[in-house]
């Protein structure tokens, strides 16, 4: 299983700026997170202080009783060794193939064998379904294709920590579904701590278990997906149903006059119609969590989130509990049918040297 990662008052500023301030949140282990926010609000540097590649003012990042953020160089270099990134870009370089940038961090970090390093490189491009691209360049294949050759890369190392910065960005809807899908797939066979910054509502709603939102300097909320997704906090509500409604304007924030005129109007006005939304957005409710694809292991992270949530249901709102129980309900029957169509397949993981997780090209 992946490892926690527990942030602490957590503030970064460039100069007399302030990005964010007092950040306080728990990466459970092995669980899919998503850090959502405005751009500019400080998401991809967020990612990079927890890597330890920037420092913040002050705070800590305790993974595996090593703070992150006060450690030796030696220290954030073993640690970093639990790590693997996703880039926006894929990060992949330009004069290389795909089989030697794959292999790069092997080469780098490890003392294997040329053969032991090709049979994880093609492992890995089988994983992310580009099995036969190996000696292609990085401009000879589609964007998509790059972000999952950059996933592979992110891969090799078997990091018990994987962070995404806007895996999305520059795909349209199809390949996005596709990603999101692989997500959910490789956390069901890896059961690692996942953390993922995206604009994306769509994914956002159906793809983490956990959920997080800066905004104005600060950490909102954080917690499970069905408290955000039920939540009524204004900035969170609005994001997540893609709304001009709310703090957040198009340039800058809205002062508090026109933010309370414009939920005023919003009081018994009919929900979205499903789709109607930006950007993923789906109006309102909660929708279920993607599964995972037939022939693979359960996620063990969903149910110990859904435990989670039940234990703290007390303190939630009506309204809120009716929608979690009734998403429960659901998503647990969903586990249910998804295990008999695939021959009663219990929990516990793949045969990472066999499973091959089936994905779209392009």
Not at 73 to 86: C, D, M, N, P, S
Not at 152 to 175: K, M, N, Q, T, Y
Not at 339 to 358: C, K, Y
Request: glycine fraction near 10%; charged fraction near 25%.
């Amino acid at each position: 299983m992946g490892v926690e990662v527990a942030v602490h008052d957590l503030t970064k500023s460039f100069g007399k700026q302030t990005i964010w301030g007092d950040v306080t949140l728990t990466l459970p282990p092995g669980e899919v997170s998503v850090m959502l926010g405005p751009s500019g609000t400080g998401k991809s540097v967020f990612l990079k202080t927890l890597i330890g590649l920037l420092k913040p003012d002050k705070g800590s990042i305790m993974i595996r009783d090593v703070d992150v953020a006060r450690c030796s160089e030696a220290k954030l270099y073993e640690t970093r060794k639990l790590f693997g990134v996703l880039f926006q870009d894929g990060a992949l370089f330009g004069s290389m193939n795909l089989f030697d940038n794959i292999a790069f961090p092997l080469r780098e970090h490890t003392k294997k064998s040329e053969k032991e390093i090709h049979d994880i490189v093609s492992e890995k491009l089988q994983l992310v379904g580009l099995e036969g691209t190996d000696k292609k360049l990085p401009g000879e294949i589609s964007g998509g294709m790059r972000k999952r050759a950059g996933l592979a890369r992110a891969l090799v190392l078997e990091p018990e920590i994987i962070l995404f910065d806007e895996p999305d960005s520059g795909l349209d809807p199809v390949r996005v579904a596709y990603l999101n899908q692989l997500i959910i797939d490789l956390n069901a066979v890896t059961d690692a701590t996942f953390l993922i910054v995206t604009h994306d509502i769509g994914t956002a709603r159906t793809v983490p278990d956990n959920l997080g939102m800066l905004f104005r300097r600060e950490l909102v909320m954080f917690g499970p997906r069905e408290v955000l997704l039920t939540s009524e906090e204004p900035v969170v509500k609005q994001f997540l149903n893609g709304r001009r409604e709310g703090p957040i304007g198009m340039s800058e924030e809205k002062d508090s006059a026109q933010v309370a005129a414009e939920l005023a109007s919003l009081d018994g006005a009919p929900e979205r119609h499903p789709g109607a939304a930006p950007k993923g957005g789906i109006g309102g409710g909660v929708p279920p969590q993607i599964q995972p694809s037939a022939g693979l292991p359960e996620r063990k992270a969903a149910g110990r989130r859904q435990q989670r949530v039940m234990d703290m249901m007390h303190t939630l709102p009506q309204s809120a509990q009716k929608a979690i129980q009734e998403l429960l309900d659901q998503e647990h029957q969903e586990e249910l049918d998804a295990r008999e169509a695939s021959g009663g397949i219990s929990s516990g993981l793949a045969d990472r040297d066999t499973q091959t997780i089936p994905i779209g090209k392009g």
